[in-house]
């Protein structure tokens, strides 16, 4: 058994978000005890207990997030949330909160790198497993007031209002998180930003792991940058944080972020 004890009951229902779970564990227990709360927050909540049986719910009942435990039978959590990620059929990915029994951080940087948008170390929280759940689905819900305009820079043209970013004119594929963290250093040009403040800006976490925003720019850096080992785009100050530095768009341009009325 690998969640902390409570007393009391569960969550409430949720404060305006809801959705279908796919929660995959091997572990009947804890599989049975989160889907428990999930439903009592008010999710309809299906359940798999190996890679293959996950993969086969989600694509047969689209899931709009996964609870995903890393430890897994014959197939890890690793491959089962690349594979998550490569069946999106030009849909947004869905988001993955990724279960851990590690405490070893190079497991959870293992998840972020696959693409999970949060992770959760067992032992935990149901409360707090819910608490991420909602969190994620804000943030994949959450649309950009009507008329917002684009943001555009350095080949870069990224509509917040329909979520949709591109580079050179290709679609990019962000993750949750890497496309609310790109509007933001969008919105913040020339501002050196420290992980803390990412994390309670983006993440909406007053506190958490800072590894989480180092990863997420490493992996952002691989999609918008020409070359990610030199970036040009997200540079990187050191003992203080990240400053997005727009490049001009052509000689003698000011290189500030433009905005746009049009969708990107």
Known sequence: MAISNETGPGPGHPCGVAGRILVVDDDPTVSEVVAGYLERAGFT????????????????HRPDLV???????????????RRLRASGNGRPP????????????????????????????????PRELVLRVRSVLRRSSSTAPVG?????????????????????????????????LLVYFLRHPGQVCDR???????????????????????????????????PQLIRTVWGAGYRFEPAPAAPGATGAVRVEDGHA
């Open 67 to 81: 609870v995903l435990d890393l430890m897994l039978p014959g197939m890890d959590g690793l491959e089962v949330c």
């Open 94 to 125: 869905v988001p993955v909160v990724m279960l851990t029994a590690r405490g070893d951080e190079d497991d959870r940087i293992l998840g972020l790198e696959v693409g999970a948008d949060d992770y959760v170390t067992k032992p935990f929280s």
């Open 148 to 180: 917002e305009p684009s943001l555009v820079v350095a080949g870069l043209a990224v509509d917040p209002a329909a979520r949709r970013a591109t580079r050179d004119g290709s679609e990019l594929a962000l993750t949750l998180r890497e496309f609310d």
């Open 45 to 60: 909540v299906h359940r798999a207990e190996d890679g293959p049986a996950a993969l086969e719910s989600a694509a047969r």
């Open 196 to 230: 803390e403040r990412l994390m309670r800006e983006v993440w909406g976490w007053e506190y958490g792991d800072l590894s989480t925003v180092t990863v997420h720019v490493r992996r952002l850096r691989s999609k918008i940058e020409e070359d990610p080992a030199d």
